[in-house]
């Protein structure tokens, strides 16, 4: 299976979720974010397609990561792909965090492939960045309306647990 990236796994990331990460980068998203920080993902057929084996293999040799964060772009546009990589995250001890502009409910109301991302993922941050609600203060996002959630304790709960408010 292919997927198209924005660029190169990036390692030894503190800003993309708790601990240190590598960031999977992924190309294409509709939601056009006014003042996106990368909006240069935006395009589907920009960035570089790539094998998922390629990313398993690069995940094996990882050092010192707690972690993987799947952003972009939209993970979601992609999700057969992203959840793949996210199931091997975790067969090898990684967590996964996902950066999405859908909300979370969007995804549970969505198709079985973007739930079987949302049920291999950790933490979810979600909904559309928001320039009019642009925060410094947010914890692992850029808006207050964005969320940080715990995805297992609100699939068990049956609705949103966030993490940091």
Not at 71 to 96: R, Y
Not at 106 to 121: H, P, Q, S, V, Y
């Amino acid at each position: 299976m292919k997927v198209r990236l924005a660029s190169n796994l990036q390692s030894d990331s503190i800003v993309d979720g708790d601990g240190i990460r590598t960031v999977i980068w992924f190309q294409g998203c509709k939601h056009h974010c006014k003042e996106c920080q990368n909006p240069e993902t935006w395009n589907f057929d920009g960035g570089m397609e790539v094998d998922i084996e390629d990313i398993k293999e690069q995940l094996k040799k990882l050092k010192y990561q707690t972690g993987i964060t799947l952003s972009g772009g939209d993970p979601f546009f992609q999700a057969s792909a992203a959840a793949e990589i996210a199931k091997f995250a975790h067969s090898i001890g990684l967590n996964v965090w996902t950066y999405t502009g859908f909300t979370y409910d969007e995804i549970i109301n969505a198709n079985d492939e973007k739930m079987e991302l949302l049920k291999n993922t950790d933490v979810l941050v979600d909904g559309r960045f928001e320039i009019d609600k642009k925060s410094l203060a947010c914890k692992f996002r850029g808006s207050t309306n964005q969320r940080v959630i715990d995805v297992k304790k609100s699939l068990e709960e049956g609705g949103v647990v966030t993490i940091y408010d």
